[in-house]
């Protein structure tokens, strides 16, 4: 498997746009910027997002936020996506924006967002127009622009998929699940860097004593065994479905060094990481 990384974005832009067919990031890790957005126009392809299998295919609109894991697995022959890749300077404002935490929570467990034929000239102006206002060399707010450019259509699928959300009024509007919610948030985003409690705490303003109680009472779990499980959980899946090295997974992982990161595996699985990919390899 390649080693680097591929970019959507050049280090050091705010933002870009184009065409691709993905054959170059072929088992590489896609940096996705602060956020990437997909519409596929041509063929299908299979991705791992988030240690997940996922389908794409024509008229797909695929979301790949900064803490998204995005390996694309295979792509047939005429296989195209537009791309749009934004910084954080131009999306943070928007998320806060967001009416609905539903509207977040979604989009984290379905990435791949398949869109009727009925709106996808909808998305191909919005790609349209994106790409037009990047192309300005000389706009005093080129960046306000393109804010509120992508406000619009998180708005826009916000309206498409509302329908789909949880009827559980437990899950959007009481004060644990909400606070369930943030810190399932902030664990897909930073779990690679931060994998202890009091980081998650902190952030939330809230004690490690009350976040203990929170998640065990909405999920029966305690924080720690929710950190454990989404790193065993990614572990196992660049174990199985890629042909990373045990030191380049310890590094994507965020562990200090490989020997630690085996210890740790071992520990939790009971067997090392050879020994788990010898016996569970699923390519």
């Known amino acids: 498997m390649k080693e680097n990384k591929y970019r959507f974005c050049p280090l050091g832009s705010e933002f870009s746009a184009g065409v691709t067919n993905l054959q170059s990031a072929l088992s590489c890790f896609v940096d996705p910027n602060d956020l990437t957005i997909l519409r596929c126009t041509e063929g299908f392809a299979v991705c791992l997002i988030d240690f997940k299998k996922r389908s794409i295919q024509r008229g797909d609109i695929i979301f790949i936020f900064n803490y998204t894991t995005f390996i694309p697995l295979g792509v047939s022959s005429l296989f195209t996506v537009e791309y749009i890749s934004l910084s954080a300077l131009i999306t943070e404002d928007s998320f806060y924006k967001i009416p609905s935490l539903a509207l977040l929570n979604f989009l984290y467990e379905n990435p791949v967002c398949h869109i009727p034929n009925g709106k996808l000239p909808l998305t191909q102006e919005w790609f349209s127009y994106m790409q037009s206002i990047m192309k300005q060399t000389n706009w005093e707010y080129q960046l306000e622009i393109l804010k509120g450019g992508v406000y619009n259509f998180i708005l826009m699928v916000y309206c498409e998929v509302k329908p789909y959300f949880t009827k559980d009024p437990m899950s959007l509007e009481s004060k644990s699940w909400t606070l369930m919610i943030k810190f399932q948030d902030m664990l897909m985003r930073h779990y690679r860097m931060h994998k202890e409690v009091d980081y998650y705490a902190d952030k939330l303003f809230i004690s490690t004593d009350y976040l203990y109680k929170i998640t ?22 660049l174990l199985t479905s890629t042909d990373l090295s045990i030191k380049n997974i310890s590094e994507e992982l965020g562990f200090e060094d490989a020997s630690y990161m085996c210890r740790f595996f071992r520990k939790q699985t009971g067997m090392s990481p050879v020994e788990f990919r010898k016996t569970n390899n699923m390519k």
């Open 216 to 237: 065990t009472n909405c999920i029966g779990m305690s924080p720690k065994m929710l950190i454990f499980e989404q790193l065993v959980w990614a572990m196992k899946t």
